[in-house]
């Protein structure tokens, strides 16, 4: 996973070389497919409102399914995040724009499994902490694509602490200027 986000940081970088300026978006919504490992698929979705060229403040939506059946044993897992913080975003070139962020708040984990003719509930509620970045690419001046989001994402669930890598993509709507 290092070494993914290594390289992602590095493509991000190249990427901002020319100095291209652009209208800053007022606002961007996001929407798209996210992966959590383990066969854990969902989607991720966020609001930015940017304060300027640099600095944007976010509220991010998850949620993350996985279901594993064996011949007499069956387990959903659904696990949804609520994080809000800041995004640090280098426009300096007007067809990509790489971010980073840090986003607290929290999440819940639903887990129910079915055994041996027993159904067992397991719910928790969590503090979450997200640390990531990724890459937009613009197609338009309302529209971009969000070619990658690479995420490290923690809980605390039923007493243990979780790790867990999130990669996410999908359409970014563009919003007003400043």
Do not use: C
């Not at 800053?24 to 698929?41: C, I, K, N």
């Not at 060229?53 to 011949?71: E, K, N």
């Not at 426009?91 to 708040?105: D, E, I, K, S, Y």
């Not at 070619?147 to 919003?175: M, N, S």
């Amino acid at each position: 996973m290092r070494r993914l986000f290594f390289a992602a940081t590095l493509v991000a970088l190249a990427a901002v070389g020319t100095r291209a300026q652009e209208a800053t978006p007022r606002a961007e919504v996001f929407g798209g497919y996210s992966y959590g490992g383990a066969g854990s698929h969902g989607w991720d979705g966020s609001v930015a409102f940017n304060a300027n060229r640099w600095l944007g403040l976010v509220a991010d939506f998850g949620g993350q399914y996985t279901s594993i059946d064996a011949p007499d044993s069956s387990e959903r897992i659904r696990t949804h995040s609520f994080l809000f913080g800041p995004r640090f975003s280098a426009r300096q070139n007007r067809h990509v724009t790489p971010f980073a962020h840090a986003l607290f708040g929290a999440a819940h984990n639903d887990s129910r499994a079915h055994e041996a003719g027993l159904d067992l509930h397991f719910a928790d509620n969590s503090f979450a902490l997200v640390l990531g970045g990724g890459l937009d690419v613009r197609l338009s001046r309302h529209v971009a694509v969000r070619a990658f989001q690479f995420d490290y994402l923690r809980t605390g669930f039923f007493g243990g602490t979780q790790h867990k890598g999130r990669i996410a993509f999908g359409l970014v709507l563009r919003l007003g200027s400043k």
